[in-house]
Antibody, heavy 126, light 107 residues
Framework: EVLLVESGGGLVQPGGSLRLSCAAS????????INWVRQAPGKGLEWLSY????????YYADSVKGRFTISRDNVKDSVYLQMSSLRDEDTAVYYC???????????????????WGQGTTVTVSS | ESVLTQSPATLSLSPGERATLSCGAS???????LAWYQHKPGLAPRLLIY???SRPTGIPDRFSGSGSGTDFTLTISRLEPEDFAVYYC????????FGQGTRLEIK
């Protein structure tokens, strides 16, 4: 079965840091780009960050730019989201999701986020 | 960055009826990089449609997507009980964003 599993969530004080991990099962993570998406309580989905399969390209939402860092270790088949300067409004369920990106004729073709993890909960509170 | 606006916010229908969900973009979405997801409480979101109208393997054909440019639609031809959920559109590529969601509830 093709799965993504997030871990590392928990309770952290405002201003603190936390590192989330995303591990793959049933497929080779290194052939896919990975996105992080969150859902705050009572809110919709919010895209946060993207990393390409080679780590060459990363993108961030304005809401987390400068505070969150996405990275990956293709040897360990894992992707990480390092979160710092956490705020109350970062409280959410955090999902990782894979995305196929195919290079053809020097142009990348992107596909939808087709496999998601079950999410890990981050609570920022004093 | 394109802002996605979904309508209606809530749609109340009965099983067997047809559902039409809309997603409007503030800027043209290049390459029709528009996806639709179904999300139920406590579960992972599920990709229903990508590239505006393509269905991944395993998604029932009662789900269909259409549109291009700035106006997109998800249609569920005959609602099944398991289809009642929240639906999100997303534009992907280099600066992804989600719409705010449409809650599809049982009438």
């Amino acid at each position: 079965e093709v799965l993504l599993v997030e871990s590392g969530g928990g309770l952290v004080q405002p201003g603190g840091s936390l590192r989330l991990s995303c591990a793959a099962s049933g497929f080779t993570l290194k052939t896919y780009s990975i996105n992080w998406v969150r859902q705050a309580p009572g809110k919709g989905l919010e895209w946060l960050s993207y990393i390409s399969s080679s780590s060459f390209t990363t993108y961030y939402a304005d809401s987390v730019k400068g505070r969150f860092t996405i990275s990956r270790d293709n040897v360990k088949d894992s992707v990480y989201l390092q979160m710092s300067s956490l705020r109350d409004e970062d409280t959410a369920v955090y999902y990782c999701a894979r995305q196929l990106v195919v290079a053809a004729a020097m142009v990348n073709h992107y596909y939808g986020l087709d496999v998601w993890g079950q999410g890990t909960t981050v609570t920022v509170s004093s | 960055e394109s802002v996605l606006t979904q309508s209606p916010a809530t749609l109340s229908l009965s099983p067997g009826e047809r559902a039409t969900l809309s997603c409007g973009a503030s800027q043209t979405i290049s390459n029709n990089y528009l996806a639709w997801y179904q999300h139920k409480p406590g579960l992972a979101p599920r990709l229903l449609i990508y590239d505006a109208s393509s269905r991944p393997t395993g998604i029932p054909d009662r789900f269909s997507g259409s549109g291009s440019g700035t106006d997109f639609t998800l249609t569920i031809s005959r609602l099944e009980p398991e289809d009642f959920a929240v639906y999100y559109c997303q534009q992907y590529g280099t600066s992804p964003t989600f719409g705010q969601g449409t809650r599809l509830e049982i009438k």
